[in-house]
């Protein structure tokens, strides 16, 4: 296999972190025929794009908060100063 496509660094993913497969990343590494590094850069590629994704949620999550708090303007930031 000259390039793991997204649907093949998936199914290493799931093969070898769902618990109900349990593979190795050796097994899956024969089973596509490509090596184990290969099998590990890509679990760890998709384990990459899975905590970016949450990230974007969760910013996007946050923002929608602040659009809805009526106290805060995002145009104009309330500056505080602490006496001394």
Known sequence: MAKMTLKHKLMAYVLTQDADFS????????????????????VKDIKY??????LEKEI???KNKLMQHEAISLN???IYFLNS
């Open 49 to 54: 794009q899975m905590t970016i994704r949450n």
């Open 76 to 78: 104009e930031p309330e």
């Open 23 to 42: 593979y190795s990343q050796n097994e899956v590494a024969k089973l596509l025929n490509i090596s184990q590094s290969r099998i590990s850069e890509s």
């Open 60 to 62: 996007e999550n946050t």
